[in-house]
């Protein structure tokens, strides 16, 4: 009522030793918002009233003054998008985040060193469109060279002991077939699967044809993370 944020309560509160219940701190956001919209403290059967409707009332109205996600729908498109979107500059995970009382509205922001990116969410989508349609139109961009994979030490030592295995005259046909069934499944692992990749998305982008607008299907078929600094270089003039 006097202006503090419920993080400034919170801290406060933890402050000097305030409990939320006996032996209990921790106030949190989510713990003052509890009590701030519980309207048992207006009293009924079966607890007195600790607050007047009128105090109650006036903190309803300073709580959806506040509220900077009543405007957010949550059925929009950049919601349905799963592909994570990560920091240019340390490569963790950034977290959206938009505040009605601003005019840029929305913005991203690293979970790890803080970057902050400020993009509408409209241009966000149009430019993932873009570079997809940049693939869609010459599929040789995402050619990747292979890079040559020297096996494990272990795989090489299991192939020498199925190698040894098959030279003995007393071969155990157990051991052996476990040991070749391990052996697949090792190389499997360790294999590299990048031209895999490559002509599986070829393939998805080939069959496309041009974007018009953002296309949820095809995004999560290609895309994994998407790097807003990266992506903001093929839209300079933003």
């Not at 309560?9 to 989510?30: D, F, S």
């Amino acid at each position: 009522m006097q202006g503090g944020s419920l993080l400034q309560i919170a801290k406060k509160l933890n402050g000097c030793g305030a409990e939320y219940m006996p032996g209990v701190t921790g106030w949190n956001k989510a713990r003052l918002k509890r009590i701030v919209e519980d309207v048992r403290y207006l009293g009924d059967e079966t607890y007195p009233p600790i607050i007047d409707t009128d105090t109650f009332d006036k903190a309803q109205k300073v709580k959806a003054e506040r509220n900077t996600q009543k405007a957010v729908d949550r059925g929009a498109v950049i919601f349905q998008m799963t592909a994570l979107v990560v920091c240019g500059e340390c490569g963790h995970s950034m977290r959206r985040m938009h505040d009605s009382r601003t005019s840029f509205g929305e913005k991203w922001v690293c979970q790890d060193c803080g970057t902050t990116i400020k993009i509408v969410d409209e241009k966000l989508l149009a430019a993932v469109t873009e570079c997809l349609n940049m693939a869609i139109a010459d599929t040789r961009l995402i050619d990747v060279p292979l890079k040559h994979k020297e096996p494990s030490a272990y795989l090489r030592r299991l192939e020498n002991e199925i190698g040894r295995l098959l030279d003995s005259s007393e071969m155990e046909k157990e051991t052996l077939k476990n040991k070749i069934f391990e052996c697949a499944s090792l190389r499997y692992s360790e294999m590299d699967t990048t031209e895999s990749v490559t002509e599986m998305l070829k393939a998805a982008f080939e069959k496309s044809g041009p974007l018009s607008q953002y296309n949820q299907e095809l995004t999560e078929r290609t895309v994994s993370s998407i790097s807003l600094v990266c992506l903001m270089k093929f839209m300079p003039c933003w």
